[in-house]
């Protein structure tokens, strides 16, 4: 009697731990592939640092991003003539710290990318899951809705749907998260579509699974890779489009220090100021270009198509 | 001769009925449109009627009146069928702010915009797909790499930046190009195709082409980069997927040159996505075409949209955005039916 217990404990165990060998396996095989991009690797290493920058911000910069200094207005880098050390990419037209403006512009972009992705995954995922799983009528009425989004060029949408939400950086975030939702849709769709039929589903239906679990536990999880390498392209397209917005005066409000915000108020000191619009446009640049680097990486270590070739 | 004539024939019927069947497919699409064009000046914060007719302080018989004239005191279906029924008939209602009709303003903008979308494909493709195939024949060395590292800066450009950038360094240090405008204040000649490049060669005016190219230049370039960069990597992948195929390897077999396998063999068919790519890039570059008009003042109607929107200018915003749609929508058909023509297998689908 007591040995069955006992038995049946060691063989959980072991199944667990087969698990996990299984996982450490598939994390050590992505990661091999993932590392051989170099290119992604680097990008890795930069997003790192953009992320320690944005969480410490307040201890990093040297001054408040907002704080105006009257007796230092539009100063140049300090190894330009007139630069002074107190301000050491220079100051813009109100005597804002440049360099402090930027790292806290830091937590606004990745803010926005986390967020942007967060609601376009899980209501592009939510949504295309229901449209491959059920097909018919269902499928037919969302995929129709999802041509008509993507019909508009998509920042023209999103700045229609900021004008009828009026500006702001979270109203900026929802337009381009609905914007950017209709790819997940797709995706998630076709991979549901081309997983339904395969054996283990059908073997999980026929053991009783329920809509729902077969969704979400059994189809979803094989979908995942190719929707990873959508959510990282979507980050820096999040990223683009806020600052796009920004630009555009319909997307975070000044004094906000957000890159694409900054770069509208330098608009009209660029032949006499190059620092205030250079720098701003430099980070949106690095920021995005480490994050489609990293995309990169994570298409050859996620698509076994690639892999093999 | 006869089975020719008649596979001929077969194959007409099948590239027509592939045709139709993308028109009734748009179908849908376009009606969804319509219901969000007319849906945006309902969903507007505050009264349809004050937003529509632009005017402050209006009485209340005024209020009625308007009320009544723009149909808002009907059904809701009644009056979307009436937005359907001016819409077919080729109204669009006024601007607010010239009280012209909104056909009329986006047609004589879109040239504009035209000009400028052909100007950045143009040299998108002529850049972007030689690129693509030096960087796929020399896979791995340190071209394919600079070629690849310079498109993906390229493909994450903020372009509102890089035109700045441009404009700091070209008309600022440089004192090259003018800051913004389609041409030099100076010349002035009637509108003839719309194209400055086409009107100011058929004016025949000293000098005027020469303003409307350095006009040209910096906007068609900051326009292009992204469309570039995409069609630089899309153009190294298919050729590296059609390289690695059986033809190829007999062509190489049979020793013809590197030359003639990669530009003829591989090139045709690598083609088709690059294609495709190019169809899908017209949204990007309408996308595009909103920040880079306006940096540069461009004329074109992603300015306008932009200018609308911020002057409450709904009734073009409202119709705008169809139209813009609407020419997404024929372009995006015009490059299937492209694709239908250059790879047939397609039509069986």
Same mark, same amino acid.
């Given at each position: 009697m007591t040995d069955a217990p006992i038995g049946e404990t060691t063989s959980t165990q072991s199944a667990r731990s087969v698990k996990n060998q299984m996982r450490k396996r598939m994390l050590s095989e992505f990661w091999f592939y993932f590392s051989e991009n170099k290119g992604a690797v680097i990008g890795l290493w930069v997003f790192s640092a953009l992320v320690i920058i944005a969480l410490f911000?307040?201890?990093?910069?040297?001054?408040?991003?907002?704080?105006?200094?009257?007796?230092?207005?539009? @100063?140049?880098?300090?190894?330009?003539d007139g630069g002074s050390w107190s301000y050491l990419l220079g100051t813009d037209a109100v005597g804002r710290d440049m360099l402090s403006r930027l790292i806290y512009g830091a937590r606004f972009s990745l803010f926005i990318g &986390?967020? &942007?992705?967060? /609601?376009?995954?899980?209501?592009? &995922?939510? /949504?295309? @899951?229901?449209?491959?799983?059920?097909r018919g009528i269902v499928d037919t009425i969302i995929m129709r809705i999802m041509d008509v989004i993507l019909a508009f060029p998509s920042l023209l949408l999103a700045l229609v749907l900021v004008a009828i939400l009026g500006p702001g950086l979270i109203n900026a975030m929802i337009a381009i998260a609905i914007?950017?939702?209709p790819h997940f849709v797709r995706l998630t769709r076709a991979s549901v579509m081309s997983e339904l039929n395969r054996e283990y589903v059908i073997s999980a239906r026929v053991a009783g699974a329920s809509p729902f679990y077969l969704m979400t536990k059994t189809i979803?999880?094989?979908?995942l890779g190719p929707v990873t390498v959508q959510a990282t392209l979507s980050f820096s397209s999040a990223i683009l489009d806020a600052a796009a917005l920004g630009f555009l005066g319909m997307g975070a409000q000044p004094p906000t220090p957000e890159w694409g915000t900054m770069l509208a108020e330098a608009r009209e000191f660029i032949l006499r100021a190059w620092w205030v619009v250079t720098f701003p446009g430099l980070a949106i640049l690095i920021t995005v270009l480490a994050i489609n680097l990293m995309g990169d990486g994570l298409r050859d270590a996620l698509d076994p198509k690639l892999k093999r070739s | 001769m006869f089975d020719e004539l008649s596979a001929r024939?077969?194959?007409?019927?099948?590239?027509?009925?592939?045709?139709?069947?993308?028109?009734?497919?748009l179908l849908p699409t376009f009606i969804g449109i319509t219901i969000v064009s007319f849906g945006f000046v309902r969903v507007l914060p505050g009264d349809p009627v004050l937003l529509m007719a632009g005017e402050r302080g209006l009485t209340d018989e005024r209020y009625t009146a308007l009320l009544k004239e723009f149909g808002y005191d009907r059904p809701i279906w009644e009056q979307y069928f009436e937005y359907l029924g001016n819409l077919l008939s080729g109204d669009l209602g006024n601007s607010l702010v010239t009280k012209k009709p909104v056909v009329e303003e986006f047609f004589t903008l879109f040239p504009a915009t035209l000009e400028l979308s052909f100007v950045a494909i143009f040299i998108a493709v002529c850049l972007g797909i030689p690129a693509g195939i030096i960087a796929a024949s020399k896979r791995g060395s340190f071209i394919d790499q600079t070629l690849m590292g310079t498109a993906l800066v390229g493909y994450s450009m903020p372009i509102f930046w890089w035109g700045l950038l441009l404009i700091i360094v070209f008309s600022g240090w440089l004192g090259w190009t003018p800051v913004s405008g389609r041409i030099s204040l100076i010349y002035f000649f009637p509108q003839v195709t719309g194209f400055m490049l086409v009107d100011s060669l058929l004016s025949g005016q000293k000098g005027a082409f020469g303003s409307a190219v350095q006009h040209l230049i910096l906007p068609s370039i900051v326009l292009a980069t992204i469309p570039l960069a995409v069609i630089a990597r899309q153009t190294r992948s298919a050729m590296l997927e059609v390289l690695g195929e059986d033809y190829v390897r007999t062509a190489r077999a049979k020793g013809l040159s590197s030359f003639r396998v990669i530009g003829i063999h591989a090139l045709r068919n690598a083609m088709i996505p690059v294609i495709t790519v190019i169809g899908l890039s017209v949204g990007t570059l309408l996308a595009g075409a909103i920040l880079t008009e306006t940096i540069f003042s461009w004329p074109g109607i992603g300015k306008w949209m932009v200018d609308s929107i911020f002057r409450r200018d709904y009734p073009v915003v409202q119709s705008g955005l169809l139209l813009i749609a609407a020419v997404v929508m024929i372009v995006n058909l015009l490059v299937d039916m492209t694709y239908g023509l250059i790879n047939p297998r397609i039509c069986h689908d």
């Open positions: 911000a307040p201890i990093i910069a040297p001054h408040d991003p907002i704080i105006q200094d009257r007796s230092a207005l539009l @100063l140049p880098p300090v190894w330009q &986390v967020v &942007v992705v967060t /609601i376009a995954v899980t209501g592009g &995922v939510a /949504i295309g @899951l229901v449209a491959g799983y059920f914007v950017l939702q979803l999880p094989n979908c | 024939i077969a194959d007409r019927r099948l590239m027509f009925n592939y045709v139709l069947k993308r028109i009734l497919l």
